[in-house]
Antibody, heavy 120, light 109 residues
Framework: EVQLMESGGGLVQPGGSLRLSCAAS????????MDWVRQAPGKGLEWVGRIRDKADSYSTEYAASVTGRFTISRDDSQNSVYLQMSSLKAEDTAVYYCVRVLGGGYCDHWGQGTLVTVSS | DIQMTQSPSTLSASVGDRVTITCRASQNIGSRLAWYQQKPGKAPNLLIY?????ESGVPSRFSGKGSGSGTEFTLTISSLQPDDFAAYYCQQLYRYPLTFGGGTKVEIK
């Protein structure tokens, strides 16, 4: 069974940093691209970014709203993907989902999410 | 960025109704579109990919269709069931940054 478990969320002050982790199991993690998607309270879904696999040099893509502030990385030996967030703003407050990407680029399995609250 | 516009934003319907949600892209995205269902407090669930392909395990009452222009897409639920009252989102996967529609909430009439 595919499982994705996010951790690391919490309360952080504006301008602060936070690192989210996502532990994957139940599939060959190294074969898959991975996404982060967020959802502000009561709002819709917002794609944050993607990290490709080793064959694609672990290259990344980001939404404009987080470019330069967020960094996605992965450790295939630990079956984990990370989201390093810095210069956090109130508008970054959201539930952050870790998502597995299929070969066609579609997101077929989502974690349960971790809440990040940016507030003083 | 490619803008995805969903309509309606809210839809009130009864069990057994046929419902259709529309998603329009600001440019041609071919068939690079997915539909997701999200229930309150839960993560989204993939329903449809490549505009019209049903994800494994998803009931056949769900179907997706694209227009020939690559800009207009529909999600249809042929006979609404109690489990289908949820929010639905489209997502384009044609070009980065990937973008979602604003969502459609299907409510009980």
């Amino acid at each position: 069974e595919v499982q994705l478990m996010e951790s690391g969320g919490g309360l952080v002050q504006p301008g602060g940093s936070l690192r989210l982790s996502c532990a994957a199991s139940g599939f060959t993690f190294s074969d898959h691209f991975m996404d982060w998607v967020r959802q502000a309270p009561g709002k819709g879904l917002e794609w944050v970014g993607r990290i490709r696999d080793k064959a694609d040099s672990y290259s990344t893509e980001y939404a404009a709203s987080v470019t330069g502030r967020f960094t996605i990385s992965r450790d295939d030996s630990q079956n984990s993907v990370y989201l390093q967030m810095s210069s956090l703003k109130a508008e970054d407050t959201a539930v952050y989902y870790c998502v597995r990407v299929l070969g066609g680029g579609y997101c077929d399995h989502w974690g349960q999410g971790t809440l990040v609250t940016v507030s003083s | 960025d490619i803008q995805m516009t969903q309509s309606p934003s809210t839809l009130s319907a009864s069990v057994g109704d046929r419902v259709t949600i529309t998603c329009r892209a600001s440019q041609n995205i071919g068939s690079r579109l997915a539909w997701y269902q999200q229930k309150p407090g839960k993560a989204p669930n993939l329903l449809i990919y490549q505009a019209s392909s049903l994800e494994s395990g998803v009931p056949s009452r769900f179907s997706g269709k694209g227009s020939g222009s690559g800009t207009e897409f529909t999600l249809t639920i042929s006979s609404l069931q109690p489990d289908d009252f949820a929010a639905y989102y489209c997502q384009q996967l044609y070009r980065y940054p990937l973008t979602f529609g604003g969502g459609t909430k299907v409510e009980i009439k």
